[in-house]
């Protein structure tokens, strides 16, 4: 079978793209959901204390924060 090779350019695209699938084929026993689903709710946790934030910006900002760290751990 060929490898597919990834487009140059576009690596950090690619690679969420493809998270983003497993994740939303596989739902809950793919490895990224649960701590990305976590780290939505403490956003959203966060989010009810500041005044300024709306929850659904907080589980927003954690949960992407979160995809991102899976995506680039350094």
């Known amino acids: 079978m060929a490898d597919r ?4 350019g576009s690596d950090f695209i690619y ?4 998270e983003l699938a497993g994740m939303l084929e ?6 990224s959901t649960k701590p990305v689903l976590a780290y939505g709710a ?8 500041l005044p300024f934030v709306g929850v659904p910006l907080g589980f927003a900002a954690g949960a992407g924060y979160k ?3 899976r995506l680039r751990p350094d």
Do not use: N, T
């Open 42 to 49: 403490l956003g959203a946790a966060a989010a009810v204390v």
């Open 5 to 8: 090779k990834k487009p140059q």
């Open 26 to 31: 596989e739902g809950l026993s793919h490895p």
């Open 15 to 18: 690679d969420a793209r493809h």
């Open 67 to 69: 995809f991102y760290k």
